[in-house]
């Protein structure tokens, strides 16, 4: 980076310097000593560390100790920066193959436990039809009544069930 005190600009590429100085012949390489002839210096910009709820903001530059220097300014981070440094939520898939929620449910223990509850529904067609799902089906969505009303049951909150369907959709 470079810094013009006469212009009191900053340059991150010699051609934003290039453009600024549209009156000057530059030669094909340009070096620190051909810039210092049209007043523009290298400039020290190193960023301090800030803590994970701080940010730093560039305040002058100034000389210090024969280099121009970015001086900094760091702060308590504001809640929107904080939340744009976050990764994006993962979005929940609303569907996954059959055989990638079985093997979540293995994971979790709960296979069984799911086979149960089904197993307890009083209406005999009603259960054969939601056994028969969890058995052959290739796919469940995420609104299936299966999900939505047998997890649940099971003592897993909405959050938890979307995270399942997530790391389903990541095996292979």
């Known amino acids: 980076m470079w810094y013009s005190p006469e212009k009191n600009e900053t340059y991150t590429a010699l051609h934003e310097i290039k453009r600024s100085y549209q009156n000057v012949l530059f030669p094909a390489t340009i070096d620190d000593a051909t810039l210092a002839f049209v007043a523009v210096y290298p400039l020290s910009y190193m960023m301090p560390e800030c803590a994970g709820d701080e940010t730093a903001d560039p305040l002058s530059v100034e000389m210090v100790d024969g280099v121009?220097?970015?001086?900094?300014?760091?702060?308590?981070?504001?809640?929107?920066?904080?939340?744009?440094?976050?990764?994006?939520?993962?979005?929940?898939?609303?569907?996954?193959?059959?055989?990638?929620?079985?093997?979540?449910?293995?994971?979790?223990?709960?296979?069984?436990?799911?086979?149960?509850?089904?197993?307890?529904?009083?209406?005999?067609?009603?259960?054969?039809?939601?056994?028969?799902?969890?058995?052959?089906?290739?796919?469940?969505?995420?609104?299936?009544?299966l999900v939505t009303e047998t997890i649940p049951a099971l003592g897993k909150s909405e959050a938890e069930i979307d995270q399942m369907f997530i790391r389903a959709v990541r095996l292979a």
């Open 68 to 145: 121009w220097t970015q001086m900094w300014n760091v702060r308590p981070a504001t809640q929107d920066e904080l939340d744009a440094r976050s990764p994006p939520a993962e979005p929940v898939p609303q569907q996954c193959a059959m055989w990638q929620a079985r093997a979540i449910l293995i994971e979790d223990d709960l296979l069984d436990e799911v086979i149960a509850a089904l197993e307890s529904i009083a209406d005999e067609k009603a259960r054969k039809i939601a056994l028969a799902k969890l058995e052959y089906s290739s796919t469940v969505r995420r609104d299936d009544p």
